[in-house]
């Protein structure tokens, strides 16, 4: 069993509407979450991290973290059609050699 | 931004045919990673690597070897390929800021 658990598997929103993804780490040991983007046919890239409990935006993009439960989301607002890939949920137990359980991700797709 | 380049970008081979899957880096990152990935799984960690010399076995290390000959070049290899490592292989480098920077992937197709 994966212990990094995403939902949902696939959303599909319109263009201009929130986008809310949501991620669950079973392992209690790890502490640092990442959130990667990958579009079809590409790799994966960085696009948000959160260490810290609370909120963290970056531009149209928030992502909240709550250490107790381990579950972290990732908000985009005002999505748009070049939003539509895979998100893929990371967490790490602090720098650990870098080492990263990805979870299955969420295909978001975005509807002009 | 940080470059990888893997090599070659698709491959097919058959059941026992033996693979190597290479992978370089130039930033100088320390660290260096093999992932493969599937539909329904996400990334997988194969092997990894802190330095020249260096592996650790990762999540899913049956079937495969890797070597790491310098700072910029990784490799895995696959000595009796088998059809269940058919994928889509990706290979990572990790800055100072623990940001994993991946390749453009490898595609292999094991018949």
């Known amino acids: 069993q994966q212990k990094v658990q995403q939902s949902p598997e696939s959303l599909i929103v319109p263009e201009g509407g929130m986008a809310s993804l949501n991620c669950t780490s079973s392992?209690?040991?790890?502490?640092y979450f990442w959130w990667y983007r990958q579009h079809s046919g590409k790799s994966p890239k960085m696009l948000m991290?959160?260490?810290?409990?609370g909120e963290k935006e970056e531009g149209r993009f928030t992502v909240h973290l709550n250490k107790a439960s381990l579950h972290t989301s990732l908000h985009i607002r005002d999505s748009q059609p070049s939003d539509s890939a895979l998100y893929l949920c990371?967490?790490?137990?602090?720098?650990?050699?870098?080492?990263?359980?990805f979870g299955a991700g969420t295909q978001l797709i975005v509807i002009p | 931004e940080a470059a990888v380049t893997q090599s070659p970008r698709n491959k097919v081979t058959v059941t026992g045919g033996n693979v190597t899957l290479s992978c370089r880096q130039t930033?100088?990152?320390?660290?260096m990673y093999w992932y493969r990935q599937d539909t329904g799984h996400g990334l997988r960690l194969i092997h990894y690597?802190?330095?020249?010399?260096?592996?650790q076995i990762g999540d899913v290390p049956d079937g495969y070897k890797a070597t790491r000959t310098t700072q910029e070049d990784f490799f895995l290899l696959l000595e009796l390929a088998s059809p269940s490592q058919t994928s889509l292989y990706f290979c990572?480098?990790?800055?100072?800021?623990?940001?994993?920077?991946f390749g453009p992937g490898t595609r292999l197709l094991v018949l």
């Open positions: 990572a480098s990790r800055d100072r800021g623990d940001t994993q920077y």
């Open positions: 392992d209690r040991n790890v502490d």
């Open positions: 991290s959160i260490f810290s409990n």
């Open positions: 990371a967490a790490s137990k602090g720098s650990a050699l870098g080492r990263l359980h």
């Open positions: 930033n100088s990152h320390n660290y």
């Open positions: 690597s802190y330095g020249a010399g260096n592996l």
